[in-house]
């Protein structure tokens, strides 16, 4: 019932900015946790993010702290990740997903959250 769609990826040279967004359909009221994770070939799925959308809490991963911010429009059902001065290392595919919760305690483990997007491909240059 519920869909997520990911866009805004692409390519962009080091130290540049891109925002990616998730929007979601479908019954969302118990959707409270989102998050994004990303994955590079060769490598093990990443939490970057997650906000409790019920209320204001954010989290991130320490390798990208400082760098993401991610947030939310819920007149649009959409959640950002802005991301600032990329590096060749933050090359991936970037996850939306969603999780049936009251809290985001847990939101590091991929399998906390039940529905996920498609993905979308971020390419970082040096």
């Known amino acids: 019932q519920v869909q997520l769609v990911e866009s805004g990826g692409g390519s962009v040279q080091a130290g540049g900015s891109l925002r990616v967004s998730c929007t979601v359909s479908g019954f969302t009221s118990s959707t409270n946790c989102m998050g994004w994770f990303r994955q590079a070939p060769g490598k093990e799925r990443e939490g970057v993010a997650a906000i409790y959308t019920g209320g204001d809490s954010t989290y991130y991963g320490d390798s990208v702290k400082g760098r993401i911010t991610i947030s939310q429009d819920k007149a649009k059902n959409t959640v950002y990740l802005q991301m600032n001065s990329l590096k060749p290392e933050d090359s991936a595919m970037y996850y939306c997903?969603?999780?049936?919760?009251?809290?985001?305690?847990?939101?590091?483990?991929?399998?906390?959250?039940?529905?996920w997007g498609q993905g979308t491909q971020v390419n970082v240059f040096p």
């Open positions: 997903a969603a999780a049936y919760a009251l809290k985001c305690d847990r939101w590091k483990f991929s399998s906390y959250f039940g529905i």
